[in-house]
């Protein structure tokens, strides 16, 4: 790791020296040990705070989508292999445009300090480089090389194995159990705010004319504020899980999510962020899509 | 106190809100009107465009106001007045379902139809099976109980069993249980 962070900052400095991006979106130190935070330098001086460890959990690409990061220019941006999945969502919705951003993508052997549960399962140690084919994000530099092995491709049983717990239970505790976990948000949005996909200018919650989402902090306006993220995020999240880290109330937001990837894999054979030239799900439609529960 | 109770129950009555395109399911409830056909009044009709501007957040709102159920009809698969409306919409449901299931609401609850416009019969039909259904399921009472908990006035819980003013807003002096008593000792 020590000799990737050195690669990294004079790539950094070499890319801003030379013009190629404005701004460089990477992670440098954070408030404490064993934290970073986002470090957005624009000067090549700044090149050498740039950080790269065990615990660089934050998903960087929520920066793209941000105007006072894009507006400086073209961006550098350090990826992960996970992050990287957020990248694709983000060109395949046409929010991001190739050409404006230069991707750094970081061989992890995964994150945390213990080992991020999602981490465990990761298949993509190493982001794709250049070689990458059509279908797959290629990354504009590769650094390191994971030692880790790539997990196995597991089946959807043990992908989902949480999800299915909740599901095993019987409505009403399923009911009981998402009322307690929403009761506890306190509607700090936090989980909109650290998401790369949760791109819009002005949020369903923000809109008040009609008021769609009650946004006082009690259990009906959480509940429907929740059950909408998620389904706003159907098909979309690429499950880097950077809304239940950032959540103060731990609430299990990954748990919802995760319901939402299932499904959309089971009806629609459809996995986020893999493929910069698919159609995210809920963009297009099969004339053969499930149709037995129309009466 | 207890008598009182046991008329509550007795004069409950299902309230559901249907979301209809304008173009075949509208249409097809206006054919079984002007065919004379009965089905089951508890159920509200708000017309859209089409289906797909039917949005998820529309039918959480229903349940919001104190709906019992939510019904859902477009046109047929293939029929879309605008092509490709209904079938964008079928992709949301399919997903919007699942995700309602998993935070614990029984899918009787939030039912999907196709009814064209020559369906006069097939949506009395289907409002009949849907009304009976709730009516099995009693009013939705964990919604209501986390609406009060919040502190949220349930608009259409209130506007009593048979229609309120139709605008789903209280109006002061109209007790609903009072109401439908009167209405039982006219009859």
């Known amino acids: ?295 | 106190m207890e008598k009182k109770a046991e008329t509550e129950k007795a004069v409950w009555q299902p309230k559901i809100i249907a979301f209809v395109c304008n173009w075949c399911t509208y249409a097809g409830a206006d054919l079984a009107g002007t065919s004379r056909l009965k089905y089951d009044a508890h159920i509200r009709v708000l017309r859209l465009p089409c289906t797909g501007r039917i949005d998820p957040l529309f039918i959480l709102k229903a349940f919001e106001r104190g709906a019992d159920g939510v019904l859902v009809s477009g046109c047929h698969p293939g029929d879309c007045h605008y092509n490709t409306g209904n079938y964008h919409a079928r992709r949301r449901w399919t997903l919007f379902r699942e995700l309602l299931e998993f935070v614990g609401i029984d899918l009787q609850r939030l039912q999907f139809a196709w009814v064209s416009a020559a369906e006069g019969a097939k949506w009395a039909e289907v409002v009949n099976a849907m009304v009976a259904h709730v009516r099995e399921l009693g009013p939705f009472e964990g919604y209501h109980t986390m609406l009060a908990r919040s502190g949220q006035t349930l608009w259409l819980a209130k506007a009593g069993a048979n229609g309120g003013n139709g605008s789903g807003h209280d109006v002061p002096g109209t007790q609903p249980v009072e109401r439908s008593k009167e209405k039982q000792e006219t009859e």
């Not at chain 1, 408030?31 to 705070?49: K, M, W």
């Not at chain 1, 957020?86 to 050409?99: H, M, S, Y």
């Not at chain 1, 997990?151 to 009911?175: N, S």
């Not at chain 1, 919650?205 to 009609?210: F, G, H, I, M, R």
């Open chain 1, 1 to 295: 790791m020590a000799e990737a962070v050195e690669e990294l900052r004079a790539l950094a400095r070499d890319l801003l020296a030379k013009g190629t991006v404005q701004v460089f979106v990477g992670y440098g130190k954070g408030a404490s040990p064993g934290r970073t935070a986002p470090l957005i330098i624009t000067s090549a001086d700044r090149a050498a705070e740039l950080v790269w460890d065990k615990h660089c959990l934050n998903n960087l690409a929520v920066y793209l989508t941000r105007s006072e990061v894009t507006k400086r220019g073209k961006v550098g941006i350090v990826v992960k292999g996970c992050d990287a999945r957020a990248v694709t969502g983000l060109l395949q919705e046409g929010q991001v445009a190739r050409e404006n951003v230069v991707i750094v993508g970081m061989s992890c052997d995964g994150m945390g300090e213990p080992l991020l549960e999602a981490c465990g399962r990761c298949d993509v140690h190493t982001p794709a480089g250049k070689d990458a084919d059509a279908h797959h994000l290629a990354c504009d530099y590769v650094i390191g090389k994971a030692a880790v092995p790539d997990a196995q491709k597991e089946d959807e049983g043990a992908e989902y194995a949480d999800v299915a717990r909740i599901e095993a239970l019987p409505l009403a505790e399923r009911w009981a159990f998402w009322q307690e976990q929403f009761g506890r948000c306190v509607r700090c949005y936090a989980c909109r705010q650290v998401c790369p996909l949760c791109y819009c200018k002005r949020c369903a919650v923000e809109k008040n004319e009609p008021q769609w989402l009650a946004t006082s902090a009690h259990t009906a306006g959480n509940f429907a504020w929740h059950v909408i993220r998620a389904m706003h995020l159907a098909g979309r999240c690429v499950g880097c899980g950077a809304c239940e880290r950032a959540c103060p109330q731990h609430i299990p937001l990954s748990l919802l999510n995760k319901k939402m990837a299932k499904a959309v894999l089971q009806h629609f054979k459809y996995r986020a962020g893999n493929d910069p030239t698919a159609a995210p799900a809920v963009k297009t439609f099969e004339l053969s899509d499930e149709n037995d529960y129309f009466r």
